[in-house]
Structure formats: C-alpha cells, structure tokens
C-alpha cells in the first residue's frame, strides 16, 4: 500500500508565498515522476509542475517563473514552492507519483488527498 500525503496549504495574500510538502510513504521501490496538480472550483484538474528522478523539470506556462518544484529522493518527498501567488492559483493541490512498488512490477500512478491554497485580500 502506498500513501501520498500533502501539506503546506494555507490562506495567502496576493503576491505572497507557500511551500507545499507531499511524502509518499509504503510500500516503494523506486520513483519516477513526482508532479503537482490544481483543481479550482467548477474547473477540470490541471497539471502545474513534475520533477523526475532524474532532477529535470517541467512547468505549466501560467506557472513558470513563479513556482519551483523540487525532490528530496531519500524521502521520497516533493516540494512546490510558489511565490508571487494570484488569486486565481486558488485550488486543490495534489500530488501525483508515478512508481513501481518492487522489482519487475509495473509503474502505476499514485494520488495524494489534496491541500488547500486560497489566495485572497
């Protein structure tokens, strides 16, 4: 059983800053993308920011410049640090780990519970 757990979330002011957490925890062999999602309210899931293993990174474009996503493979912990945060970067925001849970075993998608972020005045 894998588990992904999200923190961080909060209430911030407009051109502020957050750092989301999301730890995955199991049974783990290895990881290979690690990515964060945003849902908000009436919208369809986006995606926003993955990291491989392998220390690449790729942002959504209403992101770039703005967030950094970072990993900590010993940990198998992820980080999304956002700054300069608008109000329409309110969401949900997930994690997603893409992994293989021992050796020979395929790679299956893992999803975290989701953190708040509100960014208001």
């Known amino acids: 059983q894998v588990e992904l757990v999200e923190s961080g979330g909060g209430?911030?002011?407009?051109?502020g800053s957050l750092r989301l957490s999301c730890a995955a925890?199991?049974?783990i062999f290895s990881i290979t993308t690690m990515s964060?999602?945003?849902?908000?309210p009436g919208k369809q899931r986006e995606w926003v920011a993955t990291a491989t293993s392998g220390s690449s990174t790729n942002y959504a474009d209403s992101v770039k410049g703005r967030f950094t996503i970072s990993r900590d493979n010993a940990k198998n912990t992820v980080f999304l640090q956002m700054n300069s945060l608008?109000?329409?970067d309110t969401a949900v925001?997930?994690?997603?780990?893409?992994?293989?849970?021992?050796?020979g075993t395929g790679l299956y998608p893992y999803w975290g519970q989701g953190t708040q972020v509100t960014v208001s005045s």
């Open 86 to 88: 608008k109000p329409e």
């Open 93 to 103: 925001y997930y994690c997603k780990a893409v992994l293989t849970q021992s050796v």
């Open 25 to 27: 925890s199991g049974r």
């Open 36 to 40: 964060w999602y945003r849902q908000a």
């Open 11 to 15: 209430l911030v002011q407009p051109g």
